[in-house]
C-alpha cells in the first residue's frame, strides 16, 4: 500500500515545529514541506528511515547476487549468511 504524503507549508514548520514532529512519529506517511508552492523537503520518522536503509542495503545484496549468478561466481550459504549478518546484525538468530 502507497502511503500518501501530507503537504504543509514551510510556513507551519516555523510556527509549530513540536506539532509537525509529533505527526511524523504518530504516524507513517512523510510529510512534505512545500516552499513557494513546490515540495522543498520530505520528513519522515526514524523508524521509517532505518526500515528504508536496511531494504535498500538488502536489495543491493541481492543486485550483487543476481551479478554473481550471471557471471557464474557462487559463494557458500554460510558466506552469505555472515555478510548478511554483517549488514543486519540486528536481524540474525
Not at 16 to 42: C, F, K, N, T, Y
Amino acid at each position: 500500500m502507497k502511503r500518501i504524503p501530507r503537504f504543509i507549508p514551510v510556513t507551519d514548520l516555523r510556527q509549530d515545529a513540536a506539532a509537525v514532529l509529533r505527526a511524523i512519529q504518530s504516524g507513517d506517511e512523510p510529510i512534505v514541506i512545500m516552499q513557494r508552492s513546490r515540495s522543498a523537503a520530505v520528513l519522515i520518522s526514524v523508524d521509517t528511515y532505518e526500515r528504508m536503509v536496511y531494504e535498500r542495503e538488502v536489495l543491493g545484496l541481492l543486485v550483487m547476487g543476481e551479478k554473481d549468478i550471471k557471471a557464474a561466481k557462487g559463494v557458500s550459504v554460510d558466506e552469505m549468511l555472515a555478510e548478511l549478518e554483517e549488514v543486519t546484525p540486528e536481524a540474525s538468530p
